[in-house]
């Protein structure tokens, strides 16, 4: 049980310094796993979001 706060109280002071305070979200429009379009901010106001993001950039050697 121990443990369990330790791991809670560390991933909650590494989430309260990863926000940014005062800063506003940029517009963005994105596309969900259901492929339904969304645009953000505008879409999640008044709603907690969880947004993950994931980038590829191909590259072709020849």
Known sequence: M???WIV???FLSVTT???VIGTVFPD???ETVDDVKVIL???TK???T???LAYSKNRRTN
């Open 2 to 4: 121990k443990k369990i």
């Open 17 to 19: 310094k990863a926000q």
């Open 46 to 48: 008044g709603k907690y």
């Open 28 to 30: 963005m429009e994105a």
């Open 50 to 52: 969880l947004l993950g």
């Open 41 to 43: 901010p505008e879409d």
């Open 8 to 10: 809670v109280l560390v």
